[in-house]
Every structure is written in C-alpha cells, then in structure tokens.
C-alpha cells in the first residue's frame, strides 16, 4: 500500500448530498498508484462484449486490494460487492486525491452534456459534466472545512491554558458579583440594566459605523451575498467584508435595543417590585452563604453519569458478534462429504459454498474430513440488541442528569424555605441549613425526585426518538410529514417546558410540607393559579433581570478577552501567540462564562422562585394578626402593598 499515494472516489455524484459538508463524499473510496489517465466503463465494455479478463486487466488498478480469487468473479459482481469501480474518468492528482480534469462549467449550457451514461453506470440516470462540477465544488468545500477545523483546534491547543484562566477569572467574577448583590442589590441590578444598554448600544454604534463605510465602498465583493462566497478557511474575514452582513447585524441589534428600551418603560413599576424581591433573595443567599457552593456537588455527580454513559457507549460500539465465511484452497469441491453440509430453515441439507456464513464449532467436522475447507474469520458485525440497548443507555443518560439537577433543585428549596419559615432570622436559624436540606432530600424525598426527573427523561426520549426517525424517513419527505413532524416536535418542546415548571415548584412544595410528588404539585399549581396576576407582575421580571446579570458578566469577560487576544493590551501582546483565528478562544471563552455565570445566578434564581412560592402559601396560611402572624419580612410586605397597587392599577386602566 506504501505505492499508493492517491485516492480515488467510485462514484463522485455521492459528493452532491449537502451533508457532504459534515460527513465528507460518502462514496467508496481506495487508495490507487496513479490517477486514471482515460474515461472508462468496466460496465459499458461488458455491455460491449468485451471478454472479462480484458476488462479485469484495464480496471484492476483502481480496485480495492482483494484475494486472487475474490478477484476471480464476474466483473458485474466485483462493482455490486464496490471493489471495483462502475466508472472513472480521467483525473488529475491534487492534494493525494484524483480529480476530474477539465471539468468546470463552461458557456452554452455545456454542463448538460453526457458523461457516462446511465446503462453504464448500473445506476438510473446520466452522469453530466455540470453534476461532476457540482460534485467537485462540494467535495472542495468539505476539504476547506475541514481545514478550518483544523485550524481552531491549532488555535486552542495554543490557548487552552488562556482560556482557562479566563474561564476561572469568570467564576471569580461572578462570586465577586453575588458577594455585591448581599449588599447592593438594588445597585448592582441598576448596574447591570445600564451596563447592558450600553453594551448593547456600543455594540450597535460599531456595527452602524462599520456599515457606513462598507456601504461607501467600490470594491465589488462588499456586494456579494453569503451564497456567493467561497468555502475557503478564510471564509470569515470574507463574511465580515460583506455589506449585508453589518446590515443584519446593525438591524438586529436595533430591534434588540428599541426592544429593551420598551420592556423598561412600560415595566419600571414591575421592576421596582422584582428588584425588592431580588433583594430578600440577597438576604437569604447572604445568611445562607454555603449554597453558593452547593452546585459544585450535582455538577460532579452529573460528570459520574455522562462519565458512566461513555463507557457503557464504547462497550456496546465494540460489542459485535464475530462472522465466519466459508473457503476453499485451491477450489477444493467438498460438497461430496456428507459432513460438508448444513440444514438451512429445516429443508434439506445443502453442501457449503464458497463464502457461506459459518461457525467454528459447526464446521469442524467439515474441516475434518476435507481439510482444505476453512471456516474464516471476516469481521465484527453489529449485535441484533446494539439499537435498543443504545436506547436504554441514552434514557439512563438523561434520567440520571435530571435525577441530580432535580436534587439540586430541591435541596436549595430546603435551605431558602427554612430560612423563610424561620421566625426570627438573626437568631433562630439553624447553624447547617444545607446539610440538613441534603439529609432530607435524601433519606426522605428520593422517591419524589426519581418520579419527577423520570416525567422529564421520557418527554426527553421521546423528542429523541422523534429526531431518530426523522432521521431515517428523510428519503420519503414531504411538506405534510415534515409539518407533521415539526408539530410534534414543537408540542413536545412546550411540553418539557411545562414539565419542568411544573417539577421546579412540585420539589419547592415539597420542601415545605413534606408532601409526595403529585400532592406537592398539584398545590403548587393551584396556588400559582390563584395567585396568577402575582406571577405574572413578578416572576417573570425577576428572571430577566437576573438574565441581565449574566449578561453583564458574559459581556466583561468577552470585552476582556477581545482585548487581549486582539493585542490591545501592550503589556500582554509579547505574550500572545500568533492565531489563525483571533476569535477562537473569546468565542470559548463567552460560551464557558456564561455557563459559569449561569451556575451562580442559579442558586439566586432558585432562591426567588422558593421565596416567591413561600410568600403566597403565607399569604394565604395567615393574616398578620397576633395569633396568625406573617413568617415574611417588613421589606416583603412592602412588596406585597406595592403589588396589590400595581394590580389595582392594572384593572382599573383596563376597559
């Protein structure tokens, strides 16, 4: 095989799929000593009834390397069994591959014209010379891509240490951030709503800036749309040149921007009110500051699942039953021994043939009394339970994933709904909140967390399954089944959705009596339901503004690392490596601190949403006299006489 330095392709039309891009030409492919020098058909000659060894002879160099006597069947039988091409052109060897000479689309609709034709390529159409260049162009643009990918794993190998002490500076960030709300909510909420905006805003100033003076410019490729450019490794910077492409940016975010704006407007009254309620969230993360630290916990236990999912993955990949074919030396005939023969489905017994399939064990005898007929070893083959049992373990995958999400979720609701149900809170809180919340979750409220985080594993798997058979029923598309499909996938997308509302306010209800999985679910929605205008003014408000905080966060770790890795920064530039693409450790290194910043503000947004739900089931439980009085706050009944002249308000302005 060392001789062999090209590849070549049996069928380069496989090349015009426009997975192509991802998965490369699916055709056959072997490795050959020099490229084809001349059109050619094995099939046509035959058609032709040219003898079969002339044939054997022309095309034998472009075949897969195979035994003398496999090479000694029928030329029809080596191109169905792809080891022999069915055609091949003349070609050109570029970069270790044969291309097609001579084959770009010409004037005068030249595209059209006849390759090979469909009786000699044992399919059920003409090979074209424009579907050849079609072919080419796409087969190019997988070989660019990949070259792009390439080339931002070259970048991160030599930023991977950057990125990370970026990735740690996020979470210090965002600790610092926390640490600030305990004491300046209300200030650093305003903080982040006026730094997006003028992230936000900066952002479009540039993008307006930039496409001023594209717009101004004579050069012709600012003209072109995305369609035209060319899938080169240098595709971004010619992206970034485009004049439609700062006019989708400048839009885009001048509808995000007069979309804020508005939202703050008619919302400010809403956001005094979720500001206050963010800030007893504050008081409670503050006194109960070890929660902070609580996610690290499921997140580890999370890794074991996915950890335990790749294992068992690779096991069922290599676990393939062993297939033996039958040979003969020399074309041995040892079909006049009785032991040479097998019962097929209870019919009678028929004699071995040369490539049946076999076990050792059974052909032994055979093996015996003819020794020139071997039972061989030709390959693994997929076990007939690998599908299913993949099935099995993408559910586990899931189901333990949300197991330990949902544990995390109702252990903080443990620690906040203590906190709230303490009377006095600078005296009478316990001194481990979180370990007692960890010991109930897990000596009393397993059951509740497997039955709720199993609801979501099997929407989960049935979205899954719905994309696997998508998947496979792509050849028998059309606009109805794809509606269909899309419908389903869209009501199952609501439904998790749903579910997941519905399991985050079960495991608080849960936490704060003690009840099962449906009894604290069905409280929880129906106190969500008698207190929906409530929600509606608050929940929703409060969950963007945190949103907005991470934001801020995602935004100062992203202008940072612009900074550095585009050498603004003098001090550092000696120490920055040359890249081929700047914006492949800042896109990694957003992408981490937002999850990062995430994790955080999770804690806070699981804080809220137990505090929330605690305040309406005391609103309803008391009434504040001496013998029923409130568990909230003074600043929580603030917030209560505010809402209630904010929902006053809201039904007297309506008609």
Request: glycine share 6%; aromatic share 14%.
């Amino acid at each position: 095989m060392v001789d062999r330095r090209a590849l070549l392709m049996f069928d380069l039309t496989q090349c015009l799929n426009p997975a192509v891009l991802v998965t490369g030409c699916l055709t056959t492919h072997v490795c050959v000593k020099e490229c084809p020098t001349e059109n050619y058909s094995p099939l046509g000659a035959l058609r032709l009834g040219i003898n079969e060894d002339i044939i054997k002879k022309k095309m034998k160099p472009y075949c897969r390397p195979v035994s003398d006597e496999q090479f000694k069947q029928g030329v029809k039988t080596l191109v169905d069994k792809e080891i022999c091409p069915p055609w091949y052109l003349k070609s050109t060897e570029i970069l270790g591959r044969c291309f097609p000479a001579s084959m770009q689309a010409a004037e005068n609709n030249t595209n059209e014209e006849v390759i090979v034709r469909k009786v000699d390529t044992g399919g059920d159409h003409d090979i074209t010379k424009g579907e050849i260049a079609g072919s080419l162009y796409r087969f190019s643009a997988f070989l660019n891509v990949r070259q792009f990918g390439e080339r931002v794993f070259s970048d991160l190998r030599e930023t991977y240490w950057m990125i990370g002490l970026a990735l740690i500076g996020a979470c210090i960030v965002s600790f610092i951030w926390i640490v600030l709300m305990r004491f300046l909510a209300s200030f650093m909420v305003w903080v982040s709503i006026l730094t997006v905006f003028l992230g936000i805003g900066s952002l479009l100033g540039y993008c307006g800036y930039r496409l001023y003076f594209v717009w101004l410019s004579t050069d012709p490729e600012t003209h072109k749309n995305i369609f035209q450019l060319n899938w080169t490794p240098e595709i971004v910077d010619d992206f970034l040149k485009q004049r439609d492409t700062w006019m989708a940016f400048t839009i885009l975010l001048g509808i995000v921007f007069l979309v804020i704006v508005l939202l703050f407007l008619f919302l400010r009254q809403r956001i005094l009110l979720a500001i206050a309620l963010i800030e007893q969230g504050s008081k409670a993360v503050g006194q109960m500051f070890s929660s902070l630290f609580f996610p690290i916990i499921p997140f580890l236990l999370q890794l074991v699942v996915v950890g335990w999912f790749l294992v068992v993955a690779l096991y069922l990949s290599s676990w393939g039953e062993q297939e033996y074919r039958v040979s003969f030396k020399n074309n041995r005939d040892c079909s006049d021994f009785e032991a040479c023969s097998r019962t097929v489905n209870d019919s009678i017994p028929q004699a071995y043939q040369s490539n049946d399939t076999c076990t050792p064990q059974e052909f032994e005898p055979c093996k015996t009394v003819c020794p020139e007929a071997m039972c061989q070893f030709v390959k693994y083959t997929k076990n007939k339970d690998y599908s299913w049992m993949q099935f099995v373990n993408v559910f586990g995958l899931y189901w333990g994933v949300f197991f330990f999400s949902a544990f995390a979720e109702i252990v903080l609701a443990g620690v906040f709904s203590q906190w709230y149900w303490t009377f006095n809170k600078k005296t009478d809180l316990p001194d481990c909140s979180l370990g007692t919340a960890m010991w109930n979750a897990t000596v009393f409220h397993l059951g509740t967390i497997a039955f709720g985080s199993l609801l979501i594993a099997i929407v989960r798997m049935i979205r899954t399954v719905l994309e696997y058979i998508e998947r496979k029923c792509k050849r028998f598309n059309n606009d109805l089944t794809r509606c269909l499909i899309w419908c389903c996938k869209c009501c199952l997308w609501c439904l998790e959705k749903f579910m997941r509302f519905i399991n985050r306010n079960a495991y608080i209800m849960c936490a704060v009596k003690n009840t099962n999985f449906c009894k604290s679910a069905k409280d929880a929605f129906s106190l969500l339901m008698r207190n929906l205008v409530r929600v509606v003014v608050l929940d929703s408000v409060v969950d963007f503004l945190l949103f907005l905080g991470k934001l801020v966060i995602v935004l100062l770790t992203g202008f940072a690392s612009y900074m550095a890795f585009s050498g603004q920064i003098p001090e550092i530039k000696d120490e920055i490596p040359t890249l081929n693409y700047f914006f492949t450790p800042i896109v990694f290194i957003v992408i981490g601190s937002y999850f990062i910043a995430s994790s955080f503000f999770g804690v806070y947004a699981m804080a809220v949403d137990t505090l929330f739900l605690c305040f309406l089931e005391d609103l309803e439980r008391n009434d504040g006299s001496l013998e029923k009085p409130y568990y909230m706050s003074k600043s929580l009944k603030k917030i209560l006489g505010k809402m209630e002249k904010t929902v006053n308000e809201s039904r007297y302005r309506s008609p």
